[in-house]
């Protein structure tokens, strides 16, 4: 009864929109005809131990015709985290997945629909004012989330909304003190995960859209804020309900799109065999420190991860490949990076400025041959640096793992998370170490 009568709401606001034809391939749904609307009867309970609805957010998305390949399946090991995969073999090219523009929750709409009812305006000029103009987008669907919640079971979202997750294990939910356990590149990036919450909750108590009663809930706060930043994507950030179930994967399976209508479309890049997961990307899997921050997980299937040399990015360490995502240290092989050579050489090349700039030439003119010859001067001392630097931030990571013993989980839930992340990281560095103290041990010799 209550997803039915969320499809009624939902289209009753939207009632000039058309359907997009179904692709080739997508099997239809029943649509549910006459619903009755219920008298306001439910929120969506968020407490942590909450359960999620996925049955009746299933019932949701048919009724509202949101369309799914034969074979299309979402799943559970632990009732918690849940995501799709299929039960069919699926050729390369094939739609798996349809959702028409009327489900998908969009910043630009959202801006549009808030804005008749009161002043939003205000709290995304103090975003602004924060530094934080970026994030005006995810601003406004945070809101949206806030204002559906308020409507209970009256909203066309709710059957989608109480299908969410409500545990997470991002940045921004994190203790203070897993904060203390956090290496200093996914410290960093946690810090500005638990800033970015702080200003938008901030700006929400500007607002006149949200009850105050609403805008003085801070856990009610950072469950929205981080349906919105686990959950949207694109430049007009937008949240397609069903899509948002696609897991992250180094290796994809499926590549998204919108039609001419803006409703969504989601195909298989390859062919995909049954039993298999249907997976997109969230960002860039040589970062998993970035993806455990944001989103809240640990992609162990990650081939490499930034190596943690942890520099103020001038004009020159970035041409010289200075980035999160080109200084690397492979895990299964413990390679190392041609720019994580190149900087760790630029760097100690500090004390002897002529050798640095014919260094620093040779590199942007592409002249292999001259900055081949300074890296072989110089090897020795780029690897004993290089070496100091891995033997000590696993000094580093041994005693934050240190600070975990006897902490109860229950009151720190994302520990465990933590101290997974950190083994992961520790594992690669150790591939690596292994590798320098060869190289080193070869040159003394």
């Known amino acids: 009864m209550i997803a039915s009568a969320c499809v009624a709401a939902l289209l009753s606001a939207h009632a000039a929109f058309a359907f997009a034809p179904v692709p080739r391939g997508i099997a239809r749904r029943t649509f549910f005809r006459n619903p009755v609307i219920a008298p306001l009867a439910a929120k969506v309970d968020f407490d942590e131990s909450a359960e ?19 074979g299309f399946q979402l799943t559970s090991e632990d009732g918690r985290d849940w995501s799709v995969m299929t039960t069919e073999p699926l050729e390369a090219g094939t739609p798996v997945l349809s959702v028409p523009n009327v489900v998908i929750l969009t910043a630009s709409k959202s801006k549009y629909e808030l804005e008749q009812l009161g002043d939003v305006q205000v709290g995304a000029d103090l975003l602004g004012r924060l530094g934080a103009g970026d994030q005006i987008p ?43 356990c956090l290496p200093p590149l996914v410290f960093a990036l946690a810090r500005t995960e638990r800033i970015r919450f702080d200003n938008f909750y901030n700006a929400l108590q500007k607002v006149d859209v949200i009850s105050e009663r609403t805008k003085s809930d801070q856990e009610l ?27 992250h994967g180094t290796e994809t399976e499926i ?91 630029y760097q100690n090349l500090a004390s002897n400025r002529d050798v640095q700039q014919a260094f620093y030439e040779a590199h942007m003119q592409d002249d292999a041959e001259t900055k081949g010859a300074i890296h072989q ?27 975990s013993y006897g902490q109860d989980p229950s009151e720190h839930p994302r520990l465990p998370l933590i101290l997974r992340h950190n083994e992961f990281v520790k594992t690669t560095f150790l591939a690596v170490k292994d590798r320098l103290d060869d190289m080193v041990a070869q040159a003394y010799a």
């Open 138 to 180: 995810q601003f406004y669907l945070f809101l949206k989330i806030l204002a559906e919640y308020e409507k209970g079971d009256q909203s066309p979202w709710y059957p989608w909304l109480n299908s969410l997750p409500r545990l997470y294990f991002n940045a921004a939910s994190m203790t203070n003190f897993c904060f203390e």
């Open 52 to 70: 999620r609805d996925i049955g009746t957010m299933n019932e949701w998305a048919a009724a509202c015709t949101v369309q799914r390949a034969e």
């Open 255 to 345: 590549v998204i799109s919108y039609d001419e209508e803006d409703n969504f479309i989601a195909y298989v890049a390859k062919d995909v065999e049954a039993g298999s997961p249907l997976r997109m990307s969230y960002g860039d899997p040589t970062n998993p420190s970035y993806l455990f921050s944001r989103y809240g997980f640990l992609d162990e299937t990650s081939p490499a991860s930034f190596c943690k040399i942890m520099l103020n990015p001038t004009p020159q360490l970035v041409d010289m490949g200075y980035d999160h995502s080109r200084m690397l240290f492979y895990k299964d092989t413990g390679d190392i990076s041609t720019e994580v050579w190149d900087v760790m050489l």
């Open 221 to 247: 706060a950072q469950w929205a804020f981080n349906i919105v930043c686990t959950r949207s994507w694109g430049t007009d950030p937008k949240i397609v309900p069903m899509a948002d179930m696609f897991n």
């Open 377 to 403: 001067q110089y090897f020795l001392e780029t690897a004993t640096s290089l070496q100091s630097h891995v033997n000590s931030f696993l000094t580093q990571l041994d005693e934050l793992s240190e600070k």
